[in-house]
C-alpha cells in the first residue's frame, strides 16, 4: 500500500501553487526603495586590446547616475576559484586574475567592459552606446586543439600557456598502460565531442544590491543555488568586506543546473555599486546577456581506448581529453574535467587499470564550468560510448558485454580513487529490461521498417558521484571549501516547526520533500513542518544544492538535528510523566512511557519547553532548537542503466526518441513522485544535448547558438513518455537515511543511450557508420549516411 | 528600445498619411518588428498601427478566390483560408505568435525562411497594396527584400483556389521556422512549386520540378536534388542538405495531393 505521508509517500509539491498562480517571489520580483538600475556595456569582440575608454559624454546624459570602468576594481580582488588542481608534474593549475570588470584586455564576447548605473534601464542603456571605446583587435583563440599548441596566442599574457593544467590520474602509470594495450586481444578507439552547452534555466540571472548607511550592511539579493557559498567567496576574495555584515537571499530561484551555483561579476558589481552609489542597484540579465555571460557547461574533445582480452573482459581503458575552461576560471570550472570526470571513469565496470588525462585549456569564449552532472556525464559518455562501439566490433550483444564487466562485490575500490558502497548493477539492468520491454524491440524495429522507417535500440548504463565529500578528502584534492550542510530545526511553542537548511531548492521540491522526513521522525503532519532556505540572514552556514547532495547530504543534518530535538524532547516528557528519558517512546507524536498508558502529546511537551512552569530547569535548557552540520564519510553511488528507442527517417536523417525507459538506483526513496520528476527532466536535457542543443563560435570568437532562433532547446513535443523504474533500491551505507540523489542522473545517463540508439539504427540499415557527434541533428545524419 | 511615436490609424488612407514621415514604420503583430526594437537594431520615430484598419482584415473565399486582408492574423488565416494554406498557417510558431502575427507582416519582411513566401510563389497569388497588385513572382526580391516601395502598405493577398496543394516544412530545429519548405499547388496556369528556407536568394520556384510535374503529377516524377549552389549553409545544415530537403519535400507534397 503507498503511504499517504512521511518516507515514501508522494505528496503533491507544495511550491508548486504559487509558482502556477504566479505568486513566487523571484529576484526579479524584489524591488527595494529607491534602486536605480545598472547596464552592463559587454564587448562584443572576443579578444582586444582596451586602448582607451572614454566615458564622459555618457556620464553627462539624462539619469546618469555613476560609470564604472576596470580602473575602479583594480584594486579589489578577482572572482576566484574554488578548486586548485595540481598538475602531472605536481604543479599548481595557471590561474589567471579574472576581473569584475575587464581591465586592459578583453578576453570574450559577453565580458564586462563598463557599468552604467542609471534612474531607469533605458537611461542606463542609451548612456552606455554613447562610451567611446578604443580597441586594438587581438586574434581569437577558439579551437582547443590549437590552444594548446606552442607559439599560440595566448589568453593571459602573464601565463606560460593557454594550459590551466596537464591533469594525469588513474592506477595505471605509462608503461602499464602500454603492456596492457599491447597485450589486448581487441582494442576499440573512440574520437568524440561533448558538446557544448548553455544552461538556459527559466529565469534568467537578477542581483540587487542594497546598502544601509545606518548600520553599514549589505544585502545582496541573488539567482543563486548556494547563497552562504556567494557571501563568502565575495566577501573573503573579491570585494574585502566582513561576512556579519552582508547577507545575501537567493529566494525563489528559477531553475539552476549548475549555472547558478557561480560567484559571477553581477553580484560583486551590485554589492560594491551600492555603496558607491548611495542606492540599491538593480540588474536583471536578458536572454540574450545570459547566452554571453552564464557560465557554459561540457565542452569535452575526447579520445578513449579500450581494451579487451580474449574473453571480453575489459583490461585497460585510457581517455585523453581537452577540456575548455573558457576565458576565466569559474567557479568550480576547474574540478569539473578532473575530480568530477576522471573519478567516474571506472563507471559500473571492473576494469582494472585506468589512466585519464585532462588538458584544461584557456579560450576565448565564455567560462565554462558545471552544468547538471558536471564531469559525470561526460564520463559517462565516454565510456558508454566506447563499450557499445566495442560491443558492435566483436559482434556480441551490447547488454551481455556489459553484464560481464559488472562490478558485483561491494564495497568496490576503483583504480580512480572512489569506493563504492553499495550497488546491483545486475538488479538493475534487470529492471531495466523490463521497464523497456527490450524483448519486444524486434516486433517494433520490423514495424518501423514497414513504415520505410529504420529504428534503433541503445541501452547504456551509469554510476555517479553525489553529495561530493568529505571535506578532508576533497581538501586533500584541491577543494577550497567544505562540503558538508547544516540544518537547525526550530519548534515553536505550540508544536509547528521551522526547519532552516544550507541546501537550495530551485525547482527540486525541498519544501515539499524535506519536511516528509521530520514529520515520519516525529509522527506528526507534514503541514506542520516548513522548511526556510536561501537566505543567509536566517539559516545556518551551508553549502547550497549542486550534485544531487541536497538530501544525501543538508538531509542527514536535518536528520541529525531532528535526533537531538526528540532527544531533548524525550527528557522533558519523561519530567512531566515522571518516568526515565529511557522508557520514552515516541509514535505518532505521542510520548509514552513503555509499557504502561502513561503519554503526553507532542504539543503538550514543546508548550511546556517555551512555558517551562513544570521543568527540570537545573538539568536542561528551555527552549527546543537544535543545529547539526553533517559531513558525509563518502560520495553516494546512484546507478542505473538506461534504453532509448528511436526511429530514423532516411530521407531526412530526422531522430526521433520513441521511447526511452529508465531504471536508477537511488537507494531509498522520499518522494517517489518528486524523483520521477527529477529523473524525467533530467531525461529532457540530455535528449536535449544528444539532439539539439549545441553552442557554437565562429573563429572570431562569436557565439553563433546566441538567441532561441539557433540554441535548440528541446521541447515537449521532442521527447517521448518515459518509463521510470526505482525499484532497484540498495540503501546508501553511510548516511542515516541511505539515500543517493536523484538530480543529474537523467541527464548523465541519457545522452548515450541515445546515441548508442541512431548508431544502431543506422548500422541496421547497412550504413556503415560507427559514430556521429552530438547533437545528432538531421543534417549530421543525412551527412553521414550520404558521406 | 528607443523611444518613438504611436499612430493608430482606422484607414489605410490614414495610415499611407502617417507613414509619410521620414522613419515611420508600419507595425503588424509585431513579432519580428518588437523583438527587433527590443533589441535596439532599429530606431523608427514612428510606428503606425495597422491593427485597428477594419478593411485590412478579414479571409473570405467567393466564387474560387480567397481574400486575406492583410492585417489577417495567422490564426485567422488557419481558420477560414483553404486547407493547404490554413494548415500552412497553423504551424507557424506558437499560439502567441499565429494571434498576432499577419500574412502582410510576414510578406512584407521576407525572411528566407518564412512559410508564407513559397505558398505566395506555387498558387500565384497577387499581392494588393494600397498603391498597386504586384504578382508573387515580381514580388519577392530575395533575403528581405520586396517590390514594396517606402511606406507602401500590403492591404491583402488574392488567389485563386488551386485545384491541389500542399505544404510541406522540415523545421530549423531551434527557431521551427522552415529548415526548408516546399508548396506545391496545381492551378489553372499549371503545377507550381515554391520553395523556401533553402536558397540565399530567398524564397524561389523550382522551375525544373514544374515542367516535370506537368508532364506527370506524381512523386517518381521529381527532379534529383537542385544544385547545391546559392543554397544557404549554416549550423543547422549544409547546402547540399537543403538541395536534397527540397527534393524530397516536393515528392512529399505531391504524394499528399495524389
Ligand atoms: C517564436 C516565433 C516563431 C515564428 N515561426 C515562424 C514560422 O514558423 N514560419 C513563419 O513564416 N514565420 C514565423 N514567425 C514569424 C511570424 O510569422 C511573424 O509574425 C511575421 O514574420 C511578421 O508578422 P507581423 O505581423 O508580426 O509583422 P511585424 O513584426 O509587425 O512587422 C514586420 C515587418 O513588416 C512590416 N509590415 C507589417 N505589416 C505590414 C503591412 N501590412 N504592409 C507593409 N509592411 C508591413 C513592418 O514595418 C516590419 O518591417 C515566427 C515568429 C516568432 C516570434
Not at chain 1, 317 to 340: C, D, E, I, K, Q
Not at chain 1, 631 to 647: I, K, L, S
Not at chain 2, 38 to 63: C, F, N, Y
Not at chain 2, 219 to 230: K, L, Q
Amino acid at each position: 500500500m503507498p503511504k499517504d505521508s512521511g518516507i515514501g509517500a508522494s505528496p503533491k509539491r507544495r511550491e508548486d501553487v504559487r509558482f502556477l498562480t504566479g505568486n513566487g517571489n523571484y529576484t526579479d520580483d524584489i524591488n527595494v526603495h529607491g534602486q536605480a538600475y545598472v547596464h552592463f556595456l559587454r564587448a562584443d569582440v572576443a579578444h582586444a586590446t582596451i586602448n582607451g575608454l572614454d566615458t564622459s559624454a555618457a556620464e553627462a546624459m539624462p539619469g546618469v547616475v555613476k560609470i564604472f570602468t576596470g580602473d575602479d576594481f583594480a584594486e579589489v580582488g578577482g572572482i576566484p576559484c574554488g578548486w586548485g588542481v595540481t598538475d602531472r608534474h605536481g604543479e599548481p593549475q595557471q590561474e589567471p586574475k579574472h576581473p569584475i570588470i575587464a581591465h586592459g584586455k578583453i578576453r570574450h564576447v559577453g565580458e564586462i567592459v563598463a557599468a552604467v548605473v542609471a534612474d531607469s534601464l533605458e537611461q542606463a542603456r542609451d548612456a552606455a552606446e554613447a562610451i567611446e571605446l578604443d580597441l586594438s583587435d587581438l586574434p581569437a583563440v577558439v579551437n582547443m586543439k590549437s590552444a594548446a599548441e606552442d607559439g599560440a596566442t595566448k589568453v593571459h599574457d602573464d601565463l606560460t600557456s593557454n594550459v590551466c593544467y596537464d591533469w594525469v590520474f588513474g592506477n595505471g602509470e605509462d608503461d602499464a598502460m602500454e603492456a596492457a594495450f599491447a597485450s589486448a586481444a581487441h582494442v576499440t578507439t573512440l574520437e568524440l565531442v561533448n558538446n557544448r552547452l548553455v544552461a538556459n534555466p527559466m529565469e534568467p540571472r537578477v542581483a540587487i544590491g542594497e546598502h544601509n548607511k545606518s548600520n553599514d550592511e549589505y544585502t545582496l539579493y541573488t539567482t543563486s543555488q548556494n547563497p552562504h557559498v556567494i557571501r563568502l567567496l565575495m566577501c573573503a576574495f573579491v570585494l574585502g568586506l566582513p561576512e556579519h555584515k552582508v547577507r545575501v537571499v537567493a529566494p525563489d530561484v528559477g531553475g539552476g543546473f549548475g549555472s547558478k551555483i557561480f560567484h559571477y561579476a553581477e553580484e560583486a558589481f551590485c554589492t560594491h555599486a551600492a555603496k558607491a552609489c548611495g542606492r540599491a542597484v538593480k540588474w536583471s540579465s536578458t536572454r540574450s546577456e545570459a547566452f554571453i555571460s552564464d557560465a557554459h557547461g561540457r565542452d569535452h574533445l575526447t579520445t578513449i581506448d579500450l581494451a579487451l582480452d580474449a574473453d571480453n573482459n575489459f583490461t585497460a581503458l585510457r581517455t585523453r581529453t581537452h577540456a575548455n575552461m573558457g576565458a576565466y576560471l569559474s567557479t568550480f570550472s576547474t574540478s569539473v574535467p578532473t575530480y568530477l570526470h576522471g573519478t567516474l571513469m571506472a563507471g559500473n565496470y571492473k576494469t582494472p587499470l585506468i589512466q585519464v588525462n585532462v588538458k584544461s585549456l584557456f579560450t576565448n569564449t565564455v567560462p565554462v564550468d558545471a552544468y547538471r552532472g558536471a564531469g559525470r556525464p561526460e564520463a559517462t559518455y565516454s565510456i558508454e560510448r566506447v563499450i557499445d562501439k566495442a560491443a558492435r566490433e566483436l559482434g556480441v550483444d551490447p547488454i551481455a558485454l556489459r553484464r560481464q564487466n559488472f562490478v558485483t562485490e561491494f564495497p568496490y575500490e576503483t583504480p580512480v580513487a572512489l569506493t563504492y558502497d553499495t550497488g546491483d548493477y545486475h538488479g538493475t539492468m534487470d529492471k531495466l529490461e523490463a521497464a523497456a520491454d527490450i524483448s519486444g524491440f524486434a516486433a517494433r524495429r520490423a514495424e518501423s521498417e514497414a513504415k520505410g522507417k529504420l529504428r534503433g535500440l541503445g541501452v547504456n548504463c551509469y554510476i555517479e558521484a553525489c553529495g561530493i565529500a568529505p571535506s578532508n578528502v576533497v581538501g586533500m584534492l584541491g577543494a577550497r571549501a567544505g562540503l558538508y550542510d547544516a540544518a537547525t530545526v526550530r519548534v515553536n511553542a505550540t508544536g509547528s516547526i521551522s526547519v532552516f537548511v544550507g541546501a537550495h531548492s530551485h525547482g527540486q521540491g525541498h519544501e515539499t520533500a524535506f519536511p516528509q522526513v521530520v514529520a515520519e521522525m516525529i509522527g506528526i503532519d507534514e503541514s506542520m513542518i516548513d522548511i526556510v532556505h536561501g537566505d543567509t540572514g536566517r539559516v545556518p552556514f551551508g553549502m547550497g544544492t549542486y550534485g544531487s547532495r541536497s538530501i544525501a547530504v543538508c538531509g542527514s543534518a536535518m536528520v541529525r538535528a531532528t535526533e537531538k530535538i526528540i532527544a531533548k524532547a524525550k527528557k522533558i516528557a519523561a519530567h512531566l510523566l515522571e518516568a526515565s528519558d529511557a522508557d520514552i517512546e515516541l509514535k505518532d507524536g505521542v510520548f509514552t512511557v513503555a509499557g504502561t498508558e502513561k503519554s503526553i502529546d507532542w504539543g503538550s511537551v514543546t508548550l511546556t519547553a517555551y512555558v517551562p512552569a513544570n521543568y527540570p530547569l537545573d538539568e536542561l535548557e528551555p527552549g527546543l532548537e537544535e543545529t547539526a552540520f553533517y559531513d558525509p564519510a563518502n560520495f553516494t553511488y546512484p546507478a542505473g542503466a538506461y534504453a532509448c528507442e528511436v526511429e530514423i527517417d532516411p530521407e531526412t536523417g530526422k531522430v526521433t526518441v520513441e521511447r526511452f525507459a529508465a531504471a536508477d538506483d537511488f537507494g531509498n526513496i522520499i518522494n517517489p513522485m518528486i524523483v520521477d520528476g527529477q529523473v524525467h527532466g533530467g531525461i529532457g536535457q540530455g535528449i536535449g544535448q544528444a539532439l539539439l542543443e549545441n553552442c557554437v563560435y565562429d573563429e572570431d570568437g562569436q557565439l553563433l547558438s546566441a538567441s532561441y532562433m539557433d540554441y535548440a532547446m528541446p521541447r515537449a513535443d521532442d521527447v517521448p513518455f518515459y518509463a521510470v523504474d526505482h525499484s532497484s533500491q540498495t540503501p546508501c551505507t553511510h548516511n542515516p537515511l541511505g539515500v543517493k540523489g536523484c538530480g543529474e542522473a537523467g541527464a548523465i545517463g541519457s545522452p548515450p543511450a541515445v546515441v548508442n540508439a541512431v548508431i544502431d539504427a543506422l548500422q541496421s540499415g547497412g550504413h556503415d557508420i560507427t559514430h556521429i557527434d552530438m547533437p545528432v541533428s538531421p543534417s549530421r545524419v543525412w551527412a553521414a549516411m550520404n558521406g | 528600445m528607443y523611444n518613438f511615436e504611436f499612430e493608430q490609424p482606422s484607414t489605410v488612407a490614414e495610415a499611407v498619411a502617417a507613414l509619410a514621415d521620414e522613419d515611420a514604420q508600419a507595425l503588424g503583430g509585431g513579432q519580428t518588428l518588437i523583438p527587433t526594437l527590443k533589441q535596439r537594431l532599429a530606431s523608427p520615430s514612428k510606428l503606425v498601427s495597422l491593427a485597428g484598419i477594419a478593411e485590412m482584415k478579414g479571409v473570405s473565399i467567393a466564387d474560387g478566390v480567397l481574400t486575406i486582408g492583410g492585417g489577417a492574423t495567422h490564426a485567422e488565416v488557419a481558420a477560414d483560408a483553404c486547407a493547404p494554406l490554413a494548415a500552412l498557417a497553423a504551424n507557424i510558431g506558437d499560439p502567441a505568435v499565429r494571434n498576432r502575427g499577419t500574412i502582410g507582416g510576414s510578406l512584407a519582411n521576407n525572411d528566407p525562411a518564412a512559410c508564407y513566401p513559397s505558398a505566395m510563389l506555387a498558387l500565384n497569388a497577387t499581392i494588393v497594396t494600397n498603391a498597386r497588385e504586384i504578382a508573387a513572382d515580381d514580388y519577392f526580391q530575395g533575403m528581405f527584400e520586396t517590390a514594396l516601395d517606402e511606406g507602401e502598405i500590403i492591404t491583402g493577398v488574392r488567389i485563386n483556389v488551386p485545384d491541389g496543394a500542399n505544404y510541406q516544412k522540415f523545421e530549423q530545429p531551434a527557431s521551427r521556422f522552415a529548415l526548408v519548405g516546399v508548396f506545391v499547388a496545381k492551378t489553372a496556369e499549371g503545377v507550381r512549386v515554391g520553395v523556401t528556407g533553402a536558397s540565399e536568394e530567398g524564397a524561389f520556384r523550382w522551375t525544373e520540378a514544374e515542367a516535370a510535374l506537368n508532364g506527370s503529377f506524381s512523386a517518381d516524377a521529381v527532379p534529383a536534388a537542385p544544385s547545391a549552389d546559392g543554397m544557404i549553409s549554416d549550423l543547422h545544415g549544409t547546402a547540399a542538405y537543403r538541395a536534397h530537403l527540397v527534393a524530397v519535400l516536393t515528392k512529399r507534397a505531391v504524394a499528399a495531393i495524389g
